[in-house]
Structure formats: structure tokens, C-alpha cells
């Protein structure tokens, strides 16, 4: 099964300064365009770092190093940002970047290693097209359950595990996936649990046996 990818779910309306961009002016685009961060890019469009909302409020309280609350977006003090007139200083780099071609598990991941809401996505030569953030890759739970359903008959039983579509019963309510009937011998539970979870909308999964009432789900 393939993940949606991140080319996919991205926006390419991205709201972007250079290093010599004012601190106001950020300031005025972040309100303006109600985000939160912007990407700072060089000449040829590519980013070399992000400056949030907490980097400008730093300016507000002096950016003592013992009065600051971590938001864990790099190694630039706090002092020096406080002090900062424009992105360049006020930045925080490098910026964490994502190709079109990622996975949303990719993303996730990458977005979870790093702390971060969002990520900037970039093509084969590290230009900015994209932004994709949290509640993006969120949109994968909002697929129908019909879709969810045939894709883990196609691709989960039918093509991978080799079985006929009629082999199991299928069912999808909210992301649910309840699979009933028998198993070959040589087809195990655990596996074709595992690739039901990786369907893109696929909340939990259960199996049941035949002849089972009722089963245990598992995330």
C-alpha cells in the first residue's frame, strides 16, 4: 500500500521573507496572513531558516536566557534574537525541509523528531514550493470508509497476500476496520493486521475469527 504523499496534501501559497526583511515587516505579514511562521529564503527561493512568533516576542521581554520558555526551535540565544532587526537574525536555521515525494508517515516523523508544526517543502533543487503542517497530514483520517474498505480488499488481500476478495469479510465504520473469517495456515493475523493499519484513514483494526462473537481491537 502506498501513503498519500506530502506533494499531495501541501500549500503552495507560501508567505515568505529574505534575511534582510525587517522586523516589522514580518510582524505586519504574520498578522496579515494570520500564520504563525514564515521561511526565510536566499536568492535562488530556497530556505535557510524560519522565523515563528516566538522569536519576535523575545524582542518583547529582552530574551533573558533564565526568563525563557523553550519552544524547542534550534541553538540561537535567546539574547542574540532579542537583539535581532531582521530575519536574519531573528531565524532560527537550518530550516527543517520535506520533499513532495515524502509519505505522510514520513512527515510525521519528521515533524515529531523535530518538535515542529510544520514543515517546508522543497523540490530536487532545494526550492521552496510547499508548506504542509499537522492538521494537513491530519486530512488522511477524513477519507471515506468505503475507499478505506477497498483498498484493503485490493491491495491487502487480493495483491499482496495473494487471497480472493471473498476471502474475508470487511467491514469500516470511522476508521474501524473489523476483519472476519478464516486465514490459510500460512497467512498470519499479525500481518495482515500490520497491513491494514498502513491504509491511510485506518484508525484501529480487529479480527475476528469464524465462528467469533466479538474480538479485541488494536491500534
Same mark, same amino acid.
Given at each position: 500500500?502506498?501513503?498519500?504523499?506530502?506533494?499531495?496534501?501541501?500549500?503552495?501559497?507560501?508567505?515568505?521573507?529574505?534575511?534582510?526583511?525587517?522586523?516589522?515587516?514580518?510582524?505586519?505579514?504574520?498578522?496579515?496572513?494570520? =500564520?504563525?511562521?514564515?521561511? +526565510?529564503? %536566499?536568492?535562488?527561493? $530556497?530556505?535557510? *531558516?524560519? &522565523? !515563528?512568533?516566538? /522569536? @519576535? #516576542?523575545?524582542?518583547?521581554?529582552?530574551?533573558?536566557?533564565?526568563?525563557?520558555?523553550?519552544?524547542?526551535?534550534?541553538?540561537?540565544?535567546?539574547?542574540?534574537?532579542?537583539?535581532?532587526?531582521?530575519?536574519?537574525?531573528?531565524?532560527?536555521?537550518?530550516?527543517?525541509?520535506?520533499?513532495?515525494?515524502?509519505?505522510?508517515?514520513?512527515?510525521?516523523?519528521?515533524?515529531?523528531?523535530?518538535? =515542529?508544526?510544520?514543515?517546508? +517543502?522543497? %523540490?530536487?533543487?532545494? $526550492?521552496?514550493? *510547499?508548506? &504542509? !503542517?499537522?492538521? /494537513? @497530514? #491530519?486530512?488522511?483520517?477524513?477519507?471515506?470508509?468505503?475507499?478505506?474498505?477497498?483498498?484493503?480488499?485490493?491491495?491487502?488481500?487480493?495483491?499482496?497476500?495473494?487471497?480472493?476478495?471473498?476471502?474475508?469479510?470487511?467491514?469500516?465504520?470511522?476508521?474501524?476496520?473489523?476483519?472476519?473469517?478464516?486465514?490459510?495456515?500460512?497467512?498470519?493475523?499479525?500481518?495482515?493486521?500490520?497491513?491494514?493499519?498502513?491504509?491511510?484513514? +485506518?484508525?484501529?483494526?480487529?479480527? $475476528?475469527?469464524? *465462528?467469533?462473537?466479538?474480538?479485541?481491537?488494536?491500534?
Amino acid at each position: 500500500m502506498k501513503h498519500q504523499k506530502v506533494g499531495d496534501l501541501m500549500s503552495d501559497a507560501v508567505v515568505r521573507v529574505q534575511r534582510g526583511t525587517p522586523f516589522k515587516e514580518i510582524a505586519h505579514l504574520l498578522q496579515d496572513y494570520d =500564520i504563525t511562521a514564515v521561511p +526565510v529564503v %536566499d536568492a535562488e527561493d $530556497r530556505p535557510v *531558516g524560519v &522565523v !515563528s512568533e516566538a /522569536d @519576535l #516576542l523575545q524582542k518583547m521581554w529582552g530574551g533573558d536566557p533564565d526568563e525563557a520558555v523553550g519552544h524547542g526551535e534550534g541553538p540561537r540565544p535567546a539574547g542574540a534574537k532579542a537583539s535581532a532587526i531582521d530575519a536574519a537574525g531573528l531565524m532560527t536555521s537550518p530550516a527543517v525541509c520535506a520533499r513532495e515525494d515524502w509519505s505522510v508517515v514520513d512527515a510525521a516523523r519528521a515533524m515529531a523528531r523535530h518538535g =515542529i508544526k510544520r514543515l517546508l +517543502v522543497v %523540490d530536487e533543487g532545494g $526550492r521552496l514550493i *510547499g508548506l &504542509v !503542517s499537522r492538521s /494537513d @497530514l #491530519l486530512r488522511v483520517f477524513l477519507r471515506k470508509d468505503r475507499a478505506i474498505r477497498t483498498e484493503i480488499i485490493e491491495e491487502a488481500l487480493v495483491r499482496t497476500l495473494g487471497l480472493a476478495p471473498s476471502s474475508m469479510q470487511v467491514e469500516v465504520a470511522h476508521g474501524h476496520v473489523v476483519l472476519s473469517g478464516r486465514l490459510p495456515q500460512d497467512v498470519s493475523v499479525s500481518v495482515l493486521e500490520e497491513l491494514c493499519r498502513r491504509v491511510d484513514g +485506518v484508525v484501529a483494526v480487529e479480527f $475476528r475469527a469464524a *465462528g467469533e462473537a466479538d474480538g479485541s481491537a488494536s491500534a
